[in-house]
C-alpha cells in the first residue's frame, strides 16, 4: 500500500501541470489515499483511479460538480439590441417603443419585489421616487428628458420610470430593515491594467448577479449622441445608466455594498451617476461628478479608462473612497476593501459569500498574470466554489423563487477595442456575445 501511494503521488506530480485549473483526487479502488485540490475554472473535476495494478486513470468525478453547458458560438441572441440616436426625448422615445412590455415587465418584477421585500405600495413608491427628480435635473437635464421620452414610449407615468432608475435607492435605503431577512448575493467584479494582460488592453468587467426573476429584462443599448459621448449598455429595460463603454474608451462596472450610515435619503440614483460616467469625456470630469454629488447611499464602482487606468470607487452616502490596482488586477465583491472606512459594513452580514468572492477572483486572474485574455477571464469568472453561492452564481433551489439569486450576465468590457461582451445567464452557459458602440 506505501508503494501504492507513492506511486499514485508521482502520477499526480505528473499530471500537475496538466490540470492547474482542475480539481483531481487519487483512488484506488473504494478508499482515497491522497488528495490534491487545484483553483477551480469551469473546468471538469476529475478522479486519478489507481486500480491494483498500479495503473492510474482519469475519469470524471461523481459528486457534485456542476458542469457547463457547450458554448454554443451561433446561439441565437434573445437580448434586444436597441440603436438609439437624436435628442435625448427621442433617444428615450426609440428605447420605450422597441421594448415596451419587456419595461412594463421590468417595473412589474421590482413592483412585486418592492411588496414582497417590505409590503411597500405602488402609490408610496411613486411618491418617494418624486424627491430624485430634482436632483437628476440639476446633474443634467437632459436626463430627465430621456427619461419622459422612456415613459411616453412605453406607455408608462414618468414616474414609473423614475422608480426603474431609482430602483437601487429604492429596493436598498426604503427597505432598510427587510435584506437581513432575505436571501441575498451580489456581484463580484475586476480591473486589468495592460501589464496583466495578454495584448496589453485594459479590461474591466464583473459577473452580474440579481434576483432570478430579472434575467428576461436585460437590453443593450447602443446610444449615439450629438454632444456628449456615443454608449454601449449592458441595462435593465426602461434604465438610462448601467455598465458599459463610452466612445473616448472609458466604462464602467459596479457592486452593491452597504454601510451603517445607509437610510433613506433622497439624490442623485446610483444608475443615473453610471449613466453620468458615460456621459464624461475624460475620467477627471467623472470622478468629479461622483466628487459632487456624493451619497445618496453606498455604492460600488469599478472605473477604467483605455489610457491605462482603473480606479475602483466605494461610494458612501458621505464619502468617497478608492481602491487601487495591485500588480495590475484589481477585485471587488459586496464588502468595502478600503482600510480608510470610517463606518461599520452591513453588507457583509447578509452577503457571507463576498469574503472569499473578491479574493478568490483575485487568485484565479493573478494564476493568469500576463495571459489574460477573454477565454482566460471567462475561466476565472466560471468558478464554482461555494456553489450555487459562488462567483458564478446560481438559483439556491431551496428558496423561493422570488428570492433565488443567480448571475443574469457575465460581462467583459474591453475598453482598449472598445466591445461590450456578455452573455445570456451564468458565466459557465456561454457564449460570450459581443455589442459595440453605434
Known amino acids: 500500500m506505501a508503494a501504492l501511494h507513492m506511486h499514485c503521488g508521482r502520477i499526480a506530480n505528473r499530471i500537475d501541470n496538466r490540470l492547474t485549473s482542475q480539481r483531481v483526487l487519487i483512488v484506488a479502488g473504494r478508499g482515497t489515499l491522497s488528495q490534491r485540490a487545484y483553483s477551480v475554472g469551469c473546468g471538469q473535476r476529475k478522479l486519478v483511479q489507481c486500480p491494483s495494478n498500479g495503473g492510474c486513470k482519469i475519469r470524471p468525478h461523481p459528486l ?3 458542469e457547463p453547458r457547450q458554448r454554443n458560438e451561433e446561439a441565437t441572441m434573445t437580448v434586444p439590441v436597441l440603436r438609439l440616436k437624436g435628442t435625448p426625448r427621442e433617444i428615450g422615445r426609440q428605447h420605450g417603443e422597441q421594448v415596451p412590455n419587456l419595461i412594463k415587465d421590468n417595473l412589474r418584477f421590482y413592483m412585486n419585489l418592492w411588496q414582497h421585500m417590505g409590503g411597500v405600495s405602488r402609490e408610496k413608491i411613486l411618491t418617494d421616487v418624486e424627491a430624485f427628480v430634482s436632483f437628476i435635473e440639476q446633474l443634467d437635464p437632459d436626463l430627465i428628458e430621456e427619461m419622459s421620452g422612456v415613459a411616453e414610449g412605453a406607455g ?4 414609473e420610470i423614475a422608480a426603474l432608475n431609482a430602483r437601487t435607492e429604492l429596493t436598498f435605503s426604503c427597505l432598510p430593515n427587510t435584506l437581513k431577512e432575505s436571501t441575498a448575493g451580489g456581484c463580484t467584479s475586476f480591473g486589468l491594467l495592460p501589464e496583466a494582460t495578454q495584448n496589453g488592453h485594459v479590461i474591466i468587467g464583473q459577473n452580474w448577479d440579481w434576483r432570478t426573476e430579472a434575467r428576461d429584462t436585460c437590453v443593450i443599448l447602443q446610444i449615439e ?53 458615460l456621459n464624461s469625456s475624460r475620467m477627471s470630469l467623472a470622478l ?4 459632487t454629488y456624493v451619497g445618496p447611499n ?9 489610457g491605462g487606468e482603473v480606479i475602483d470607487v466605494e461610494n458612501l452616502p458621505n464619502d468617497l473612497l478608492f481602491v487601487y490596482p495591485q500588480n495590475g488586477i484589481l477585485t471587488h465583491a459586496n464588502h468595502f476593501e478600503s482600510p480608510m472606512l470610517p463606518v461599520r459594513d452591513t453588507g457583509k452580514g447578509t452577503l457571507a459569500d463576498t469574503i472569499f468572492r473578491s479574493r478568490r477572483l483575485r487568485r484565479l486572474l493573478e494564476a493568469r498574470r500576463g495571459t489574460l485574455n477573454v477565454e482566460t477571464i471567462r475561466e476565472s469568472l466560471c468558478d464554482h466554489f461555494s456553489y450555487p453561492d459562488s462567483i458564478c452564481r446560481h438559483p439556491d433551489e431551496a428558496c423561493a423563487t422570488i428570492d433565488q439569486w443567480q448571475t443574469l450576465a457575465s460581462i467583459i468590457l474591453d475598453l482598449t477595442e472598445m466591445t461590450l461582451r456578455y452573455t445570456e445567464g451564468p458565466a459557465c452557459t456561454g457564449p460570450y456575445h459581443v455589442a459595440r458602440l453605434p
Not at 468629479?288 to 466628487?291: A, D, E, G, R
Open 298 to 306: 453606498s455604492m460600488n464602482m469599478v472605473i477604467g479608462h483605455q
Open 225 to 277: 449622441q450629438s454632444d456628449k459621448p456615443n454608449i454601449v449598455m449592458h441595462a435593465e429595460a426602461g434604465t438610462i445608466g448601467h455598465r458599459g463603454i463610452n466612445s473616448v474608451g472609458m466604462g464602467v462596472c459596479i457592486n452593491y455594498i452597504r454601510s451603517e450610515a445607509d437610510d433613506f435619503r433622497p439624490g442623485v440614483p446610483f444608475l443615473i451617476k453610471l449613466r453620468g460616467i
Open 288 to 291: 468629479k461628478m461622483l466628487m
Open 156 to 159: 408608462l407615468e414618468f414616474r
Open 64 to 66: 457534485d460538480w456542476h
